[in-house]
Nanobody, 123 residues
Framework: QLQLVESGGGLVQPGGSLRLSCAASGVTSDHYAIGWFRQSPGKEREGVSCINMSGGSTLYADSVQGRFFVSRDNARNTVYLQMNNLKPEDTAVYYC????????????????WGQGTQVTVSS
């Protein structure tokens, strides 16, 4: 069974950068599209980005377009989310999840989830 583990979260100042990693095990990750989601207290989980199996197609939420970049290294079974020019409103727990396709990047389309990693943007 596919297992996902996120890492790379932490505390960063506004304008800073972080790179999140999503490591897959159990099944080779290139069988799955990988989505990134985030959830902050009192808010619903929202889609941030998604990358298809080959890495040739990506999706981004409007709120992160041009600041976040998703990529994958199938040889390492790892997907990355490079987050630049971070803002306080980016503060959330970030999750990666797997599905057979990105679809519309909504949480209900993804069946496998990691445990999440906290990202805090604050001065």
């Amino acid at each position: 069974q596919l297992q996902l583990v996120e890492s790379g979260g932490g505390l960063v100042q506004p304008g800073g950068s972080l790179r999140l990693s999503c490591a897959a095990s159990g099944v080779t990750s290139d069988h799955y599209a990988i989505g990134w989601f985030r959830q902050s207290p009192g808010k619903e989980r929202e889609g941030v980005s998604c990358i298809n199996m080959s890495g040739g197609s990506t999706l981004y939420a409007d709120s992160v377009q041009g600041r976040f970049f998703v990529s994958r290294d199938n040889a390492r079974n790892t997907v990355y989310l490079q987050m630049n020019n971070l803002k306080p409103e980016d503060t959330a727990v970030y999750y990666c999840a797997a599905s057979d396709a990105c679809y519309a990047g909504q949480p209900y389309d993804f069946g496998y989830w990691g445990q999440g990693t906290q990202v805090t943007v604050s001065s």
